[in-house]
């Protein structure tokens, strides 16, 4: 199994910029999430699909969209990138709250 | 919603010390509470966890203490070891919510 996995690794983008993360588990987990993680500030979760069709916002969800295309995967989009962005993303799964959330490598983006 | 204090940022103690890190949280109704170690350059791996009806739990060298009524729990890392250092996030939520976590530990353990 590969677990939890994200593309890209690295981006880097200029301000006004859009791009799209990707996630997938192959865990058949129920629930998925985004979080960022910036120095000093822990893991902050900007959106979370508690199960396939449904998704909330987190604590820092403005500028960001997402999309659960299916129960495997969880996509984060940004529209209008910009420097306050610039952040390592790491996608989560579990099967369901009360259990082991498994992450990604994380992606790290920069915005100039 | 749920807010997770974490204490101290930051820990040094030398090799075979015991470590202690400290959680507070605000919503009384959570009752999971995991613990994550994060590597430098690594994603956040689960260490330890414990619910709401038990009051310690224990691994190895690792345990945890929860009080609710105080609402705050704590991770005890006993005779550290070098590979022991990284960080150390708690968190906490309650049935149907998404885990919310404090802002993370960072612990040295020097040899």
């Known amino acids: 199994n590969a677990g939890v996995t994200q593309t890209p690794k690295f981006q880097v983008l200029k301000t006004g910029q859009s791009m799209t993360l990707q996630c997938a588990q192959d865990m058949n987990h129920n629930s998925m999430y985004w979080y960022r993680q910036d120095p000093g500030m822990g893991l902050r979760l900007i959106y979370y699909s508690a199960s396939e069709g449904t998704t909330d916002k987190g604590e820092v969800p403005n500028g960001y969209n997402v999309s659960r295309l299916n129960k495997r995967e969880f996509s984060l989009r940004l529209e209008s990138a910009a420097p306050s962005q610039t952040s390592v993303y790491f996608c989560a799964s579990d099967r369901a709250t009360y259990n082991e959330q498994f992450f990604g490598p994380g992606t790290r983006l920069t915005v100039l | ?111």
């Open chain 2, 1 to 111: 919603g749920e807010n997770v204090e974490q204490h101290p940022s930051t820990l040094s103690v030398q090799e075979g010390d015991s470590a202690v890190i400290k959680c507070t949280y605000s919503d009384s109704a959570s009752n999971y509470f995991p613990w994550y170690k994060q590597e430098l350059g690594k994603r956040p791996q689960l260490i330890i966890d414990i619910r709401s009806n038990v009051g310690e739990k224990k691994d190895q060298r690792i345990a945890v203490t929860l009080n609710k009524t105080a609402k705050h729990f704590s991770l005890h890392i006993t005779e550290t070891q070098p590979e022991d250092s990284a960080v150390y996030f708690c968190a906490a939520n309650q049935a149907g919510t998404a885990l919310i976590f404090g802002k993370g530990t960072t612990l040295s353990v020097s040899s």
